[in-house]
């Protein structure tokens, strides 16, 4: 059997990218992360990774023996669950959304983790297909996504729902055509923003806006920082589209402008996980404060 102790450095090496981060994260020497590399490709019988001068590139082997760690870990984490699994205020629960969702959901998360020390709240922002993906895959326990997702894999459950804006800079004369603007204003891009903006155009039947190809517009600027989506338009450049509450929660809302319509543009947000998984206790805590944010 492998050593678990080299694996778990092989891990983390993989995922940081770097020796001497992974040294730092393990609490070890750059030295130790090495030989602990070297002892995991000899009992493997294959190179892992194939150094150069400042980094690495991992190989088909690597890939092969990183996915079986990973497999070890989440078995592990597994066991752990089972161990705890009644009770509702220690253990791990892995949650992921959108990162406007995230602005909204963390410090309500943060909230109950310090009431229960040993509750470990561990919140990921991510696409809607990545949260999809990594529930499947089980990396995940929860997410919060805005599509309803095929039922034969997942368990979803309406948590509300929330309008979309689309924000310009505070001094653009919004009386315009709103497919104009955008072109000529240009998009500031996010993780979300071709989910956002489609699912905004869409629904939109004003001015013709769900026939816009909206592959066509410009992008003037890109940011995956949630909370710096809004800088570039607050200084007079580009709009961009995104939830109601992670716009109400920007530092100088006053030097934007939210486009108004006479129907709001509206998204359905679903808490999913794996199909017919019973969660542990703990999530019936969690649960109890996200569908608390959106009733």
């Not at 760690?69 to 220690?90: G, I, N, Q, R, V």
């Not at 805005?146 to 009386?175: Q, R, S």
Request: a neutral charge; hydrophobic letters at 40%; charged letters at 20%.
């Amino acid at each position: 059997m492998l050593n678990p102790n080299w694996l778990n450095t092989f891990v983390a090496l993989v995922d940081s990218g770097h020796f001497t981060k992974t040294a730092e994260k393990l609490f070890m020497t750059q030295p130790g992360v090495s030989q602990h590399i070297n002892k995991l490709e000899k009992a493997c019988g294959h190179s892992l990774i194939i150094r150069t001068k400042k980094s690495f590139v991992i190989t088909e082997q690597g890939r092969l023996v990183y996915h079986y760690a990973k497999k070890l870990m989440f078995a592990e984490h597994t066991l752990f669950e089972h161990l705890a699994f009644d009770d509702p205020y220690s253990g791990d629960c892995t949650l992921a959304c959108s990162g406007s969702v995230s602005l909204l959901l963390y410090p309500k998360l943060l909230e109950i983790q310090c009431q229960h020390p040993n509750l470990v709240v561990k919140l990921k922002a991510a696409p809607n297909h990545q949260i999809l993906f990594d529930i499947k895959e089980g990396v995940i326990d929860q997410g919060i996504v805005t599509d309803i997702p095929n039922k034969i894999f997942y368990d979803a459950k309406e948590l509300g729902k929330e309008e979309l804006y689309l924000v310009v800079p505070a001094n653009i004369d919004t009386d315009v055509d709103i497919s104009k603007l955008t072109m000529e204003l240009g998009l500031i891009h996010h993780p979300d923003a071709e989910h956002y903006l489609s699912l905004y155009f869409s629904q939109n039947t004003e001015q013709n806006l769900e026939q816009v190809d909206i592959s066509s517009i410009p992008i003037v600027g890109a940011i995956n920082q949630i909370s710096q989506i809004l800088e570039p338009i607050s200084t007079g450049i580009g709009f961009t589209v995104l939830p109601k509450s992670a716009v109400e929660s920007f530092h100088n809302v006053n030097r934007l402008k939210v486009i108004k319509l006479n129907k709001p543009v509206i998204e359905t947000l679903y808490l999913v996980k794996q199909k017919q998984r019973v969660l542990p206790a703990r999530f019936k805590t969690i649960n109890n404060v996200v569908e608390r944010i959106w009733r």
